[in-house]
């Protein structure tokens, strides 16, 4: 299964539809949005021809985002769980490292998504996956945006710059 992972689009309309796009080029079956959307408008988009699941960030104050996202995807609110080809998930927006430290660290899930730092991030610890795909370029972090794509039979994950 492939599966697209973005965050932190922090309302750049322009930023939502290219994902969706290298989303679409790519074939994902399903797509991660580990919050920050911001607004539902900028949720639209994922309204897409693949599963759509997104967590809340600490900047996604609109309330109505919950219910854009549910017509078309799933909400999952502060913290998911997800199993996507027998693979176990959590998804994250990030703000804590502590709360991310624990879900690493816990051994429950073989992948481990988050966003919040507009830092990529691939790594592993004890078996889990560690992922964050960047977010909205800022200063102090990275210059590009950019999204994942995860191949859960081989566990390749490739980032996209947009």
Not at 50 to 55: C, G, L, Q
Not at 64 to 70: K, T, Y
């Amino acid at each position: 299964m492939l599966v697209g992972i973005c965050s932190d689009t922090h309302d750049d309309l322009d930023l939502a539809n290219a994902a969706v796009s290298t989303f679409e080029e790519a074939g994902v079956d399903a797509v991660i949005h580990c919050g920050d959307v911001v607004a539902p408008f900028t949720a639209t988009p994922f309204d897409a021809d693949f599963e759509f699941y997104a967590v809340r960030g600490n900047n996604d104050g609109e309330w109505a985002l919950q219910e854009v996202v549910n017509e078309f995807g799933t909400y999952l609110g502060e913290m998911g769980e997800l199993t996507l080809d027998d693979r176990e998930f959590a998804v994250y927006h990030g703000t804590s490292e502590a709360i991310v430290d624990a879900l690493v660290g816990c051994g429950s899930y073989d992948y481990v998504v988050r966003g919040h730092t507009h830092q990529r991030v691939h790594e592993e610890r004890d078996g889990t996956v560690h992922l964050n795909p960047g977010g909205l370029p800022i200063p102090g972090a990275d210059d590009s945006y950019s999204v994942a794509t995860l191949d859960t039979d081989t566990g390749e994950v490739e980032f996209h710059e947009l």
